[in-house]
């Protein structure tokens, strides 16, 4: 039997995404046989006692606090995993840095860029491995698409067209809760959910040059928030309200670097689509689209083909890292096995030592395209995307 690095892990946060991560922790021994490592969950952070609790009681956490500092000092943890409302993600990524340990942040990794720029240059200075939670990334069809992009299978990429839109605050009565207050979640959609968007642009077509955006906000007021409630509560009409501080869309126009067009969208309070990540690529020799929500499902059209449209590809083992989930052809799998991918190649990139994609540098290519978008929603003009920080 090969003797396997232990990697200890340190979580804050056990929200959503805390418990979406400690599962894929979990799951990567009985998924990943090919992995050099084994991770073990040290200790778990969350401000409400009940969480953590649960944490230790059915995840199997060592140790568990409602003090973010003890999981930075921990000395068995060798990754700090922030999975923590985004208003602490400076902090605590900064804290993380500083104290040596390796840093997986969720996305957005800074609620505004100036914060991303200052975590990265801790991260840098720290000379950490860090990652990013751009999941859609891992999808086995995306990586499909991309090996059919780089390998040129669909000619040269003239346009894309990607899209985030969620109804998670389509709602009037949804609360007021971190996720619409500017000094908590940072900017709105293109904070939260654009990321996602253009890192998918970014690993499948290349860099942005430059763009023309705008945002709004659709629902300015909502209900206030009760204590212990979560971000899916609901008021109702009479409650007390406050305003909602960032934007619920953002939409825009990019030239890429090699001279593609394209065009994003991205919104929060839209009804219909109810978690819509997608995307289309049009090349000279064929295009190809994929969404979230039938994440199972690529269309490929190829040219040369002589059944002339699209051809629907289902997911199934041969492509990336689906047979370590089910094998064989059209089973699905479904989003926390995403997560379960990402984690597992962070903490790959961890026990090698080596530089992980995507990790704050990539943080740092979305927000200097976040930040040209922002310059352009306010000066109503193409605007160039210049990095915030050197790569
Ligand atoms: N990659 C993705 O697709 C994706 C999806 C959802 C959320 N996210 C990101 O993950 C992060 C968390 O989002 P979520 O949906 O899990 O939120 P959530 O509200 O479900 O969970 C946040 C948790 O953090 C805890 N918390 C708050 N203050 C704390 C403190 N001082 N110390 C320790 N814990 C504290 C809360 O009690 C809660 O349990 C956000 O940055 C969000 O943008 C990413």
Same mark, same amino acid.
């Given at each position: 039997?090969?003797?396997?690095?232990?990697?200890?892990?340190?979580?804050?946060?056990?929200?959503?995404?805390?418990?979406?991560?400690?599962?894929?922790?979990?799951?990567?021994?009985?998924?990943?046989?090919?992995?050099?490592?084994?991770?073990?969950?040290?200790?778990?952070?969350?401000?409400?006692?009940?969480?953590?609790?649960?944490?230790?009681?059915?995840?199997g956490?060592?140790?568990?606090?409602?003090?973010?500092?003890?999981?930075?000092?921990h000395?068995d943890?060798?990754?700090?995993?922030?999975c923590?409302?985004?208003?602490?993600?400076?902090?605590?990524?900064?804290?993380?840095?500083?104290?040596?340990?390796?840093?997986f942040?969720?996305?957005?990794?800074?609620?505004?860029?100036?914060?991303?720029?200052?975590?990265?240059?801790?991260?840098?200075?720290?000379?950490?491995?860090t990652?990013?939670?751009?999941?859609?990334?891992?999808?086995?069809?995306?990586?499909?698409a991309?090996?059919?992009?780089?390998?040129?299978?669909?000619?040269?990429?003239?346009?894309?067209?990607?899209?985030?839109?969620?109804?998670?605050?389509?709602?009037?009565?949804?609360?007021?809760?971190?996720?619409?207050?500017?000094?908590?979640?940072?900017?709105?959609?293109?904070?939260d959910?654009?990321?996602?968007?253009?890192?998918?642009?970014?690993?499948?077509?290349?860099?942005?040059?430059?763009?023309?955006?705008?945002?709004?906000?659709?629902?300015?007021?909502?209900?206030?928030?009760?204590?212990?409630?979560?971000?899916?509560?609901?008021?109702?009409?009479?409650?007390?309200?406050?305003?909602?501080?960032?934007?619920?869309?953002?939409?825009?126009?990019?030239?890429?670097?090699?001279?593609?067009?394209?065009?994003?969208?991205?919104?929060?309070?839209?009804?219909?689509?109810?978690?819509?990540?997608?995307?289309?690529?049009?090349?000279?020799?064929?295009?190809?689209?994929?969404?979230?929500?039938?994440?199972?499902?690529?269309?490929?059209?190829?040219?040369?083909?002589?059944?002339?449209?699209?051809?629907?590809?289902?997911?199934?083992?041969r492509?990336?890292?689906?047979?370590?989930? $089910? +094998? =064989?052809?059209a089973? %699905? &799998?479904? /989003?926390?096995?995403?997560?379960?991918?990402?984690?597992?190649?962070?903490? !790959?990139?961890?026990?090698?030592?080596?530089?992980? $994609? +995507? =990790?704050?540098?990539? %943080? &740092?290519? /979305?927000?200097?395209?976040?930040q040209?978008?922002?310059t352009?929603?306010? !000066?109503?003009?193409?605007?160039?995307?210049?990095?915030?920080?050197?790569?």
């Open positions: 039997m090969t003797s396997r690095k232990r990697i200890g892990i340190g979580v804050v946060g056990f929200g959503w995404m805390g418990q979406a991560h400690s599962r894929s922790y979990l799951r990567i021994p009985t998924l990943f046989p090919e992995r050099t490592y084994d991770p073990e969950l040290v200790i778990i952070s969350d401000n409400v006692q009940e969480r953590v609790d649960d944490a230790v009681a059915s995840f956490f060592r140790e568990g606090c409602t003090d973010w500092d003890e999981v930075i000092h000395d943890v060798d990754v700090v995993s922030i923590a409302p985004n208003m602490l993600h400076e902090p605590l990524a900064i804290a993380a840095a500083e104290a040596g340990k390796h840093v942040c969720e996305k957005p990794v800074g609620g505004t860029p100036e914060q991303t720029v200052r975590i990265e240059a801790a991260a840098r200075a720290a000379g950490i491995i990652g990013v939670g751009y999941n859609y990334r891992w999808a086995p069809l995306v990586q499909y991309k090996q059919l992009i780089d390998s040129g299978e669909l000619g040269e990429i003239s346009n894309y067209r990607g899209r985030f839109f969620s109804m998670y605050g389509s709602d009037p009565m949804g609360l007021l809760s971190w996720r619409f207050m500017l000094d908590e979640a940072g900017h709105g959609v293109s904070s959910i654009l990321s996602h968007s253009i890192d998918l642009a970014h690993m499948l077509v290349g860099p942005i040059d430059k763009v023309v955006g705008t945002g709004h906000t659709f629902i300015p007021e909502r209900p206030l928030p009760k204590a212990g409630g979560t971000h899916y509560d609901r008021g109702q009409p009479g409650d007390p309200t406050g305003s909602v501080e960032n934007e619920d869309y953002f939409g825009a126009m990019v030239v890429f670097e090699n001279g593609a067009r394209g065009v994003f969208e991205s919104s929060r309070s839209i009804v219909g689509p109810e978690s819509q990540c997608a995307f289309e690529v049009y090349g000279t020799k064929g295009a190809l689209r994929w969404n979230l929500e039938t994440m199972n499902q690529l269309d490929l059209f190829l040219v040369d083909s002589p059944a002339r449209g699209y051809t629907r590809v289902y997911g199934g083992e492509y990336p890292y689906h047979g370590n989930f $089910v +094998p =064989g052809d089973n %699905a &799998i479904g /989003y926390e096995d995403l997560k379960t991918i990402e984690d597992f190649e962070f903490l !790959s990139s961890v026990a090698a030592g080596r530089r992980h $994609v +995507p =990790g704050f540098a990539e %943080a &740092i290519d /979305y927000v200097s395209v976040q040209a978008l922002l352009s929603w306010k !000066s109503e003009r193409w605007e160039s995307v210049t990095r915030l920080a050197p790569r």
